[in-house]
């Protein structure tokens, strides 16, 4: 199983709302990735999980939250979020975080503040 | 190719043509540089990897040329199909701060016209 995959394919929620995006792979990968992409623009990193411990924040808003509850699963819950938030969000996985691994990337999950 | 604003480079060509996208990246401490592509709606897809002790390699239809002396990456598409239209990011693995992470170029959208 070389695949990625992220449920929901596409999420609708207001301001007030909580919500979490799923992402799960079985790939043996100890490295795991959520980033951000908006339209026309490069994906963006947000966080990494390397062994199921948080190694990288890029400085995301708290209305962000991750969690690695196992090897094979990354989540991320949110809440309180702005239009502006509105996006595209991708999981990727890796074998380690080291630099010469390739990160297969998920299909992302559409989300849309209102 | 460089952005400008919020436009996304953009290369079109005949089918059955070569395509070259270029590529330009910004750390000298680079190692690793993976080209993926990105179809609408999906999220990146791996195309071709090179390591920072190569200059060239090749796959299906596929080359990467990395010019370590001028940070220049470039990808080219033997004859081109209009399953190739996609946007393509290139991205470069390498330490940031204490971490290695990848980053992304901003992209080009190829479109190949039957």
């Known amino acids: 199983d070389t695949e990625v995959t992220q449920t929901p394919k596409h999420l609708v929620m207001g301001m007030t709302n909580k919500k979490s995006l799923k992402c799960e792979q079985h790939m043996g990968h100890r490295a795991m990735y959520w980033y951000k992409q908006k339209a026309k623009k490069p994906p963006e990193l947000m966080f990494v999980?390397?062994?199921?411990?948080?190694?990288i924040n890029e400085s995301v808003p708290s209305r962000f939250s991750p969690e690695c509850p196992n090897s094979s699963l990354l989540n991320l819950h949110l809440h309180a979020l702005q239009p502006e938030d509105s996006a595209l969000y991708l999981c990727?996985?890796?074998?380690?975080?080291?630099?010469?691994?390739?990160?297969?990337f998920g299909p992302g999950t559409r989300l849309t503040v209102l | 190719g460089e952005s400008v604003g919020l436009h996304l480079p953009t290369l079109s060509v005949q089918e059955g043509d070569n395509s070259i996208i270029n590529c330009a990246y910004s750390?000298?401490?680079?190692?690793?540089f993976i080209w993926y592509k990105q179809e609408s709606g999906k999220g990146p897809q791996f195309i071709i990897d090179i390591r920072s002790n190569m200059d060239k390699r090749q796959g299906q239809r596929v080359t990467v040329l990395l010019n370590k002396t001028v940070k220049h990456l470039s990808l080219q598409i033997a004859a081109t199909q209009p399953g190739d239209s996609a946007v393509y990011f290139c991205?470069?693995?390498?330490?940031?701060?204490?971490?290695?992470?990848?980053?992304f170029g901003k992209g080009t959208l190829l479109t190949v016209n039957p």
């Open positions: 999980y390397s062994y199921e411990k948080l190694s």
């Open positions: 990727a996985s890796s074998q380690s975080s080291g630099g010469l691994n390739e990160q297969f």
């Open positions: 750390n000298s401490a680079s190692d690793y």
């Open positions: 991205a470069e693995s390498g330490v940031r701060g204490s971490n290695y992470k990848l980053t």
